[in-house]
């Protein structure tokens, strides 16, 4: 995916060039500047639109809930459920408990600037996208409670931002990855996945030697640091996340 993405902004550079030299043969006027920085415009436009366009399309929505999430409107920030910051860009995307069900869609990787993906308590299947890797800012990934298969993507170790996780009570296998940001999360983060093995698991994975379950979990005082604290969420029907301590 990174790969890609390089060569997509390759590519991005290399029209732009060509595009500067042309205009260089163009006397200067402004009919020719204005359609100059519509180009430039183009080129670095925000895509958080379409990747949220794709994730609708890919679900089930018997609740209306994503009702607002108009084709039409370029900027996704009038949209119920989303977020913005000051600069427009999707920073939140609230859909807890919201009866959903279809697939977690890659394009939601594209959404550079996103803190907070809240999809729990929903029945989306199919695989976690090993594009949620890119999300570079992402401080909370909740997909607790829905149908999620396949194994947990390493990728999501790159994430050196994110302080909550949960993918507990889904239908994940194989080895939980150990790769960095994976070191701060406990059990907690992956239980009632009965697919996944692992050290955090207490479960060898197939092939590999027996080891010592780890220690219990033990909550931390409610006046220590907790890695796996979020914002005081709540979802659309006005509950609270039963698995997140506020």
Known sequence: MEREAGVSLTAQWMILVVFILLFSRISANKEGSYWFLIFVNFLFLDWSGDALRNLRVNLQDPNNVLQSWDPTLVNPCRWIHVTCNNDDSVVRVDLGNAALSGQLVPQVGQLKNLQYLELYGNNISGPIPSDLGNLKNLVSLDLFLNSF????????????????????????????????????????????????????????????????????YIPPSTNSYNVGKAENFQDIGGRKHPNKRY
């Open 149 to 216: 298969s396949g194994p947990i993507p390493d990728t999501l170790g790159k994430l050196t931002k994110l302080r909550f996780l949960d993918l507990s009570n889904n239908r994940l296998t194989g080895p939980v990855p150990d790769n960095g940001s994976f070191s701060l999360f406990t059990p907690i983060s992956f239980v009632n996945n009965l697919g996944l093995c692992g050290p955090v698991t207490g479960k060898p994975c197939p092939g590999s030697p027996p080891f010592a379950p780890p220690p219990p």
